[in-house]
């Protein structure tokens, strides 16, 4: 496998996260296993308006979407990524301290697909409320709530 081009490597597949992999520390060249990455979020920060309606889907690698409003009251609607091209997916999302009961983001599944088996919206409407989703590959599922 020697002076093969990274295009040229077959993909990985099911990582467990004690494989090893080369990692560059300080212009030199290191081996690390995935439960020595950390995770670090970085949130997208996305403001929120009445009547504007945003497809989440463009957001490939997006993990955490901070949301703040701007504008008047009323509702903005942010329809979540397609969960059958996002198996495994751990998305967040968090409003900040614009957010109240007259100002709404509904979190809307893809026409067809569920949240908790719901196709109605995940309505965030109060100061630093957020939620967690996951993708099983065919509907996403709600795993933590903050509110």
Do not use: C
């Amino acid at each position: 496998m020697a002076d093969k081009k990274i295009s040229q490597l077959s993909s990985a597949s099911a990582l467990q996260g004690d494989e090893t992999f080369a990692v560059v520390q300080s212009s030199t060249t290191k081996k690390a296993t995935l439960h020595q990455v950390k995770n670090y979020i970085v949130a997208e920060h996305l403001t929120a308006e009445a009547g504007v309606d945003v497809d989440l889907g463009s957001y490939t690698t997006v993990r955490m979407f901070k949301f703040s409003w701007t504008g008047g009251n009323g509702t903005a609607v942010y329809t979540l990524p397609d969960a059958t091209t996002n198996t495994n997916r751990l998305i967040r999302f968090i409003g900040d301290s614009t957010m109240h009961s007259s100002r709404h983001i509904d979190l809307t599944p893809v026409s067809g697909q569920n949240l908790d088996g719901s196709s109605a919206a995940y309505r965030i409407n109060k100061d630093y409320e957020g939620i967690a989703i996951w993708s099983d590959g065919s509907e996403w599922f709600i795993i933590q709530k903050k509110a």
